[in-house]
């Protein structure tokens, strides 16, 4: 559609115009700093920073309606740069010019309905959200769009050159970070460190492909963080990990979505996240916290977060149920099918404690909860999801797990209906479908494949005397018949079936 053919109310807001005051809030001693430079901690007190728009109280000037019927138009625009998540412009970096904005295909991934059986073994009605479907096959691809861009805004406003983005990652970060890095190729650079031997081959080959400089670390990632951290303090570096505020808020997109794809009806929603690093879990708060303040949505959906018992530190937090008596203490993280959540020591913890404090006062005690879920049933659940039309990867099976724990242990009622964040393709986490299916998961997972979920290839072979055809060998039409005949005979017998 042209502009010409939106309707007038909305037709001088379909492109959004720079707006907005953006600094750095640190989440301790509450001091503001320009966005003008890249900050990943307080100068002050080294405390975790937010995002903040200081002239946020002007988009109250619009109604929720109206703010509905601008990013549903927004929808069919031929823009580019508001095809992804800058859709929500003036939610996500309205101080952008839209020649900043890096768009590779992010956002608006689709939300899949769950069938009947799966419906009925979760206990609830629920969708996967297959955040998977994004460029680089992951939920990272948000965050990414929002940090590089606004670096693409500091390159082209401040001269900035030879920029080197660095970030320490289970797979999925590395992978988005190197794929934005590469795009974006006028004077930046792009090094990933990971914990060597703890990253799955699929995911290693994203940042080698994108051309990234790929540096294994021994330890886990909460090790390979503490080093990335050290080059940020002491390098000119740029950090894309979730340390960089803007990556929190380029995710909280995510939360945008699920608002626009229900018609902006999300009191029923209980959005079903894992925790790892924590950024994504504040970021959907975050995100639903604004459009609530904005009249966009009128209730807030419930959240609930899901982690592995081999990584709970966030669980174990929220054990305690008197606030004034919470202390959280990092854990030392066990081997885990959901990689990209097995982290100890979060960096968004502090950012967690702030929302979900302020997103209970406004939502009730119920409206954010944590559980935590075994490695097997990570696994058991992500297989049966596969096996019912969808793409999940462990993460998503952990979400799942954890659902079905939360509606077993009643903390989720009639009338709630899940969405679940499937944060990644199932392709990248194969190696574990396969050691499922081979029986050859470590001792330390903790991991015992059930026959009814175990699916391996099955070779036939026509009866001996049987010509079989060989690679650049032609065959004989009588020979090759033959071979046919009772090859496809043979296929018929497996499958059961009968002339």
Not at 440 to 454: D, S
Request: proline share 7%.
């Amino acid at each position: 559609m042209k502009i010409l053919d939106f309707p007038e109310s909305v037709r001088d807001r379909i492109v959004p115009k720079v707006s907005g005051t953006y600094v750095y809030r640190c989440l301790s001693c509450q001091g503001t700093f320009d966005v003008g430079k890249l900050l990943y901690t307080c100068p002050d007190c080294r405390s975790v920073l937010m995002i903040e728009d200081r002239d946020w109280e002007r988009l109250k000037q619009t109604p929720g309606p109206q703010w509905r019927r601008i990013f549903d138009y927004r929808a069919v625009i031929q823009e580019p740069a508001l095809k992804g998540i800058y859709r929500f412009h003036e939610l996500l970096g309205s101080i952008l010019p839209l020649d900043a904005v890096i768009f590779l295909g992010e956002g608006h991934t689709p939300v899949v309905q769950a069938n009947g059986r799966l419906k009925d073994w979760a206990g609830r009605p629920f969708f996967f959200k297959n955040d998977g479907q994004n460029p680089s096959a992951s939920f990272k691809d948000r965050g990414m769009a929002s940090a590089f861009s606004y670096l693409n805004h500091l390159i082209t406003s401040q001269g900035l050159t030879n920029v080197l983005a660095v970030c320490a990652s289970t797979g999925d970060t590395s992978a988005a970070a190197a794929l934005y890095a590469s795009y974006l190729v006028q004077g930046v650079t792009s090094a990933v460190l990971l914990p060597q031997g703890r990253v799955t081959p699929q995911q290693l080959s994203q940042p080698l492909g994108s051309g990234a400089r790929v540096i294994e670390i021994p330890g886990v990632f909460d090790d390979c963080m503490k080093i990335v951290e050290y080059l940020a303090e002491h390098y000119p570096v740029a950090l894309m990990n979730s340390k960089n505020a803007w990556r929190i808020l380029g995710q909280e997109s995510y939360s945008y979505e699920i608002a626009q794809v229900f018609d902006y009806n999300v009191s029923d929603l209980v959005v079903t996240v894992p925790i790892g690093n924590a950024g994504n879990i504040t970021a959907v708060m975050a995100g639903f916290l604004k459009l609530y303040d904005l009249g966009i949505i009128t209730q807030l959906p419930w959240i609930l977060g899901v982690q592995s018992h081999h990584a709970d530190p966030v669980y174990r937090y929220y054990l305690e149920p008197n606030p004034h008596k919470r202390v959280f203490r990092a854990v030392t993280v066990q081997p885990s099918v959901a990689q990209a959540a097995m982290i100890g020591n979060p960096v968004s913890m502090p950012r967690v404690v702030q929302l979900v404090e302020q997103y209970r006062s406004m939502g009730g005690e119920k409206a954010v909860q944590v559980v935590q879920v075994t490695e097997q049933e990570i696994m058991d659940a992500m297989l049966l999801a596969n096996r019912n039309g969808h793409i999940a990867c462990t993460q998503g099976g952990e979400c799942l797990a954890g659902f079905r724990r939360a509606v077993s242990g009643g903390l989720v009622p009639d009338g709630k209906v899940g969405v679940l964040d499937a944060t990644a393709h199932a392709l990248k986490f194969a190696v574990f479908q396969e050691k499922y299916f081979e029986d050859r998961f470590e001792p330390e997972f903790g991991v015992v494949p059930k026959e009814a979920l175990r699916n391996r290839p099955v070779l036939v072979r026509p009866p001996e005397g049987v010509p079989c055809p060989v690679p650049g060998t032609a065959m004989d039409s009588e020979s090759f018949r033959a071979f046919v005949t009772a090859t496809g005979d043979a296929v018929a017998s497996v499958l059961g079936l009968r002339p």
